[in-house]
């Protein structure tokens, strides 16, 4: 099973609860756990929450694919571009402090999804946010996994991979 929908929306603090609740009831009615949907609705509030602090006016995109047991959430922003390796760097510079008010979003980022990357392009950055979505039992999602991999077929999925089915012939 393969969903995916995308939102292209302005770069205001006000939409960032649009995606988390579009992504919360997306994954529920597909029927993935509480943990994994708390995990992601998590991840990509400060994907976005990041996006309009520090990415500047214009429009943000938010791409979100289900395929299989995996969520691949794109953030794409206009902004100039960062080097998250610098940006940890400076976090961690200043020390734990319970005072520390910015900072903890790309640490907290790396903890709740499988996978966390930065793609530079032309005209902005994209976060990659990738997660393994454990299912409830009798979901409509589990139910197309496992006709995915019923005998008699061959399915693999991954990051990114949607169900890819061999015909055994």
């Known amino acids: 099973?393969?969903?995916?929908?995308?939102?292209?929306?302005?770069?205001?603090?006000?939409?960032v609860p649009v995606v988390r609740?579009?992504?919360?009831?997306?994954?529920?009615e597909l029927g993935v756990s509480r943990g994994s949907i708390d995990d992601i609705a998590l991840a990509v509030t400060e994907a976005c929450?990041?996006?309009?602090?520090?990415?500047?006016g214009g429009d943000f995109e938010v791409r979100v694919?289900?395929?299989?047991?995996?969520?691949?959430?794109?953030?794409?922003d206009g902004g100039a571009g960062f080097?998250?390796?610098?940006?940890?760097?400076?976090?961690?510079?200043?020390?734990?402090?319970?005072?520390?008010?910015?900072?903890?979003?790309l640490g907290l980022m790396r903890i709740?999804?499988?996978q966390l990357h930065f793609e530079p392009r032309d005209g902005g950055t994209t976060v990659v946010l990738l997660?393994?979505?454990?299912?409830?039992?009798?979901?409509?999602?589990?139910?197309?996994?496992?006709a995915a991999t019923a005998p008699g077929t061959s399915s693999r999925t991954g990051p990114g991979l949607g169900p890819v089915t061999e015909d055994p012939r």
């Open 65 to 76: 694919s289900v395929e299989g047991e995996w969520c691949r959430i794109e953030v794409l």
């Open 83 to 105: 080097d998250p390796a610098e940006a940890s760097a400076a976090v961690l510079a200043e020390g734990p402090s319970a005072d520390l008010t910015h900072g903890r979003g």
């Open 131 to 146: 997660k393994h979505l454990v299912l409830r039992e009798g979901s409509v999602l589990a139910a197309a996994v496992a």
């Open 1 to 15: 099973m393969h969903l995916s929908y995308g939102l292209r929306l302005p770069t205001d603090v006000r939409h």
């Open 112 to 114: 709740l999804v499988d």
């Open 21 to 28: 609740h579009l992504a919360i009831a997306t994954l529920t």
């Open 49 to 56: 929450s990041n996006v309009v602090q520090h990415a500047g």
